[in-house]
């Protein structure tokens, strides 16, 4: 059995897709003003916002336990409106080896869905893999109410 993974889920959003990827990837400590109950804080480490390289805390809340990891930003495309972060530190690193979050907004007609990559490597074959499930219960935690953003 392979330690290496990935899946892929899209939502739909209520946002328009510049905004949802502005703020993913140029204001990112705006995220717990949508969801302050999930994503309570995103603090800078290190660089700026918005630019690849920069590092940032996550504390993040699932199943009413407090999480933090520190991810990088390794990609920002604006013409395609990706953001590319790889954890480096924390939580997510106690079950897997390596941990790399794509999102992609992505604009169909007036809706905006959101593709989100989840690429990874388990720290051993007791850990189970990401399943669809897994992914529509994260996004079922974070979007389950419609929001603007700011």
Not at 25 to 48: D, M
Not at 89 to 117: H, M, N, P, R
């Amino acid at each position: 059995m392979s330690l290496v993974g990935k899946l892929t889920t899209e939502v739909l959003m209520v946002a328009p897709h510049h905004e949802f990827h502005g703020v993913w990837a140029k204001r990112p400590h705006h995220i717990p003003n949508v969801f302050p109950a999930k994503v309570p804080k995103v603090h800078l480490h290190g660089g700026e916002w918005g630019t690849v390289g920069s590092v940032m805390a996550w504390h993040y809340v699932i199943d009413e336990k407090d999480h933090v990891d520190k991810a990088v930003v390794e990609a920002i495309d604006e013409e395609n409106k990706t953001i590319t972060y790889r954890v480096v530190e924390g939580d997510l690193l106690k079950e897997y080896k390596s941990f790399k979050i794509i999102i992609q907004s992505i604009l169909k007609g007036e809706a905006t869905w959101v593709c989100w990559t989840f690429e990874y490597e388990k720290l051993n074959k007791n850990i189970p893999h990401l399943s669809f499930i897994s992914a529509k219960n994260l996004m079922i935690i974070l979007f389950k109410r419609s929001y603007k953003m700011s």
